[in-house]
């Protein structure tokens, strides 16, 4: 199958906007103010691993305090991280970086 490309012509109000916080993003406050959602995005990717997106409980309470453990062993894996020193995780990359990772190495 050939890809296919496409041209998006947005009105010229919405193209402004767009370009506005285009360079809103590129400057030091906003990405100051990005770390907090960034941060958030971590504990989400974490909570996710460790099985929150489905219950295996029926009912409300049960989901509940499921919730509430898998919470508390987020808090408990990083604060183990804290204090035995492991380095955070590095953000991962594809397949194609990696192979050039190592052929330059």
């Known amino acids: 199958m050939i890809g296919l490309r ?17 360079l809103d993003q590129a400057t030091d406050a906003w990405k ?6 960034a941060g958030v995005e971590g504990t989400i990717s974490q909570a996710a ?3 929150m997106r489905r219950t295996r409980y029926p009912g ?3 989901t509940h305090l499921h919730h509430a453990l898998a919470a ?4 408990l894996v990083r604060l183990d991280a804290w204090l035995t020193g492991t380095p955070l995780g590095t953000t991962r ?3 194609f970086t990696q192979l050039d990772l190592q052929l330059t190495a």
């Open 6 to 22: 496409q041209l998006t012509i947005r009105p010229q109000a919405k193209h402004e906007a767009l370009e506005r916080a285009r």
């Open 32 to 37: 100051e103010r990005y770390k907090t959602r």
């Open 49 to 51: 691993r460790l099985g």
């Open 60 to 62: 409300l309470n049960k």
């Open 72 to 75: 508390t062993a987020i808090n």
């Open 93 to 95: 990359s594809s397949h």
